[in-house]
């Protein structure tokens, strides 16, 4: 069964945001696009100063549109979470949490309720969107089983304001998350799994982690897997693969050994080429997506920390899984180490035997090509368009987080670029060429694209209005004109059948349009488009007046443009073409 849930959901409010500099800031001095969530302890304990203490609290949410997402007084604990994360000196300003509820609870729309989430502080992003970026094309590549859910919040302790941050999943079984039948029979049970890169103290559950000791060293399998307690550095630059044992948190040494051992037979059967036999191994669909994802984000973590792996079924249905996906704060050309923040060459096919050899299999890399070409390109332009909208739209409440925490002063993180939409130009910028230089891998021959690009023209177009003259830009494509959403919402601003522009977003690129909202037209609206890209076709779910519409539109840059005819029948109004005038003539 497939990943089931993933909704990332934002509302948009027309609000005023005042802020005074420094300080600790009140819960009711601001009106939050993103909803507000209040933790006040009522336990032993300082937050975020000792990870593994569970302190006591209260939860309360409130902010936002929504208020089937508002609730007050619900008690439960926290306590820290992370490894670079918590323990790094550029982190301890904004450290991540764990929270578990005394009851379940659907978090802000997720579709399942929970005891246990988790939030990302993001404080090694200066973008806070990296992790996002992930889950979004998580959500649409979904060939793995699950993918975290992820709603931004303000996140405020004892009053407290303590930024963005990031809700998201735990790591465990339930509903829409890990589906693990444990028994107590090995053979018969199924595994949650982490590559075990933090050896040393570095594991944020602490000392005497359950682990399997599994060798890979390229020269061949040999020995059986080490099954322990424990461990050292030095067994991993041996080549030895350490991991982590989640479910069954209970696993005794024969689940251990069972583990091990299958984990040994996957690595036999991948060195060998031998695609018969690994496909009677692992869950195909998982590994293609999982492999595509952390190559087009170029993971720093893989893949030695923050990579899960499920086994599941059992008998002749057994099969290991990648995912859940994890932890890309890193990742997309923040980092750079190892060339992580180059937008060439692989990455992920070349740090771990696993996929170093699965590439080589003619049947695994035609699915990767297959999987690339049909879905994972137009993934990358969504999401693009996605992160662009998103930062455009709540500029605000995200820089709102910087105010009170520098975070682009982190030594090994990108700093060179200090404002949040100059990161969030350079995150959309990196995550193009990237895409870019895997498109041309896979497909180096130019006819292979020609029938889905097409050279786009800038050009200023006029239009007549019910008889008033105005001027936007556009994308002229064959011969056709082709306008932003915003835009099309400016030239009918005037009419009875214009509307105002929401984002929102469910993995795709979806846009929703509302009548009863005004459209604000701002001084980006009216300049020229930029040149020199081509067009992609496309469909985009148009929300209008709460109806869905699957519309025809071109992707350029990571924008999806839009004919002025394609709202016509749907809005009601008429559309002409003057030739000689060269002028668009739209009447109601």
Known sequence: ??????????????FTLFYQLGGAVEASAYTSDFPSLHITTTGDGEPFTVRELWIDA??????????????EGETGRIRGRGNSTWNAAWAREKRPLRLRFDNHQALM???????????????????????HVALTLGSILDGMYWTPYSQFLHLYVNDVYMGVYQLTDERDIGPARARIVVNEDPTLSEYLFETFGHNGGWS???????????????????????????????????????YEIRYPSNATPEHLEFLGDFMLRVGQAVRALDFETVKTLIDVDSFVDFYILNEIVRDTDFPTGSVFRQLKDS???????MGPIW??????????????????????????????????IPEFYELVLNRW????????????????????????????????????????????????????????????????????????????????????????????????????????????????????????????????VNWWTAGFAFIS?????????????????ASGFNAHSTNARVNINFKEFNLPAYNINGDNFFSLRSFADILGYEIEWDNDAKTVIITE
């Open 1 to 14: 069964m497939k990943k089931e849930y993933f909704r990332f959901i934002v509302l948009t409010i027309v």
């Open 327 to 360: 932890d890309f704060d890193g990742s997309l050309g923040n980092q750079d180490f190892l060339r992580t923040r180059a937008t060439a060459h692989f990455r992920v096919r070349d740090v771990h035997y696993h996929f170093y050899y699965l590439m080589q």
């Open 373 to 500: 070409n049909t879905v994972a390109r137009d993934a990358v332009a969504y999401t693009v368009t996605h992160i662009n909208e998103l930062a455009r739209e709540y500029q605000s409440a995200f820089e709102r987080n910087f105010r009170y925490f520098n975070m682009y002063a982190h030594g090994q993180h990108l700093r060179e670029i200090d404002t949040f939409m100059g990161q969030v130009e350079y995150l959309s910028g990196w995550l193009t060429e990237r895409a870019d230089w895997i498109d041309s891998y896979f497909n180096p021959e130019p006819l292979l694209l020609s029938e889905n690009y097409i050279p786009a023209l800038p050009i200023m177009r006029d239009i007549l209005v019910n008889g008033e003259p105005v001027e936007f830009p556009a994308y002229s494509i064959d011969d056709r004109d082709f306008f932003s959403i915003r835009n099309i919402a400016n030239i009918l601003d005037e009419t009875s059948v214009g509307f105002g």
């Open 58 to 71: 209260i939860f309360t949410v409130t902010g936002g549109t929504n208020e089937d997402w508002h609730f």
């Open 109 to 131: 729309g997720a579709d399942y309720p929970a005891r246990d989430w988790v939030t990302f502080a993001n404080a090694g992003d200066p973008s806070l969107l990296r992790n």
């Open 513 to 529: 349009v509302d009548s009863t909202i005004e459209q604000t037209q701002t001084d980006a609206d009216t300049r020229a488009l």
């Open 204 to 242: 944020e559950e602490g000392e005497g982690i359950e682990f399997i000791r599994v060798n890979s060293r390229p020269e061949g399998a040999h020995g059986g897997p080490f099954v322990g307690i424990g461990g050292t550095l030095a067994a991993q630059r041996a080549n030895d693969t350490f």
């Open 315 to 321: 008998g002749e249905g057994l099969r290991l899984h």
